[in-house]
C-alpha cells in the first residue's frame, strides 16, 4: 500500500485545472493514463530521470477511480489533499453554500478517533 | 539594534477575502461583524509602524511536498510571488507579489543555524494563504518587505510541540540581536480545534469548543507551561484532525516569551472553526 502515491495523484491533479476537470469526467481512464505517465515522475526532476517501483495497489486504484472520497479517507490518503480536489470536482454540483462539504463529513460519519493513520 | 515593534499571532481563514469584498447582496450574514473584527485588528500593526514583517505559517501542500519536506523553512529571496490556482479556485484569492528582505533572512537562517536549528531555505518561494491571509487582514497594502519562515504541521512526522516553542524563542533572540535600527513585527498565523477532511469538517462552530476556550486562554495569559503539559503530537488528533497547526500558535507564543500577556486578544466564532487574534508588544505599547 502507498499512502504516498495516493497522495502524489491528488496533489499533482489538484493543481492542474485541465487534469482536475478530466479526473471528474473520466476517472478510469485519468488514473490509469497517470499511473503509467506521472506515478513514477520524480517533481522537480527533470523527465529523464524517473523512479521505478512506484503502483498503486488495486484497493487504491479502485478507490480513486470510483471518486471513493470515504475508501481514500480510511486508506489514510492525506484528508487535506482528498477535500481540496473533491471540492474542486463536486462543489459545483450543490446548490447551497457547503452542501458538499457538510455531505462530504456526514459520509465519514461512522469514523471515530483515531482516524486512519495518514503519515507516510 | 533591531526593535521588536509587534508580535501577532492569529488565524488564518482564507474565506475572509471574499466574504470581505464581496458585493452587499452576496455578503454573507457574518461579514460585517469579521470585518470590524479585523479591521480593529489590523489598528494593532499598524500603531507598530513595522518596517519588516517576519511571517510565520505553513505550506499546504503547494511548493512543498513529500519527496522533500523541510521542518522548517526559511524564505531567502527579493520577492515572493504567492497564492496559488487551487486557492484562487476555492477561495477567491488574487495573485501577489511582496517583497523580500534578504538581509533579515540571512540572519535569521546564519544565527538559527548557530542556535542549532536546522533550518531549510529557499532561494525561491511562492507562498501560499497562511501568509497571504494575514496579509489581506493585517496590511493590505502589501507595501512591507517579508522573511517567509515555514513550519511543517501538516505531514507527518512533525517536530514536537516544544520544538516550535523553541523555534520561537530563537526567533526573539534573533530579532532582539539583529543589528538593524529597523523596527521589526513578528506575524504568525495557525488554528485553534480545526478538521478538513474528516467527519467533524464544517459544523456550526470549531470541533472542540472547549479545546478553543483553553487555548484562547493558554494564548492571551503567555502560559506556555500550561499549554506544553497539555499538547502533545498525539493529543492534537482529538480537537480536529487539522488542530496541529495550533503549534504555530505555539511558536508565537515562544516569541511573545513565558509569562507574557497579550496586550490585544479577540476572538470570533465562525462556522467551522474559531478566529483568534492576539498582538504583544514587547517593547511597550506604542503611543
Redesign the interface.
Known sequence: MSK?LL??FL?TV??D?DLVERYRAAPHETVAWWESTIANE???CHGGEASTWLSFDPVEREALTSHDYVRL?ELGA???????LF??MFERDYEEP?AF??E???R????S???PD??? | MATLAAVIASTHHPFYYKASTAPPEERPPFADEWVAKITAFRETLTRARADVLVMVGSDHFHQLWLDNMPQFLVGKAPFYDANWYNEEREFGLPRMLLRGHEELSSHILRGGLDEGFDLAFSNELRIDHSITCPIITLRPEADLPIVPIYTNIFAPPLPRPARFVELGHAIRRLIDTWPSDLRVAVIGTGHLSLELGGPRQFGPHGPDPEFDRKAVEWIASGDIERALAEVTLDSLWTPGNATHGFMDFMLMMGVAGEGAKADYADSLDLFHTMEAYFTWYPNGVPA
Open positions: 504516498y497522495n502524489k496533489f489538484d493543481r485545472p520524480i517533481l522537480n479517507f492525506h484528508p487535506f489533499l482528498t477535500l481540496t471540492i474542486a457547503l462539504q457538510k462530504y463529513a456526514a465519514l460519519s461512522h469514523f478517533l483515531p482516524y495518514i503519515a507516510t
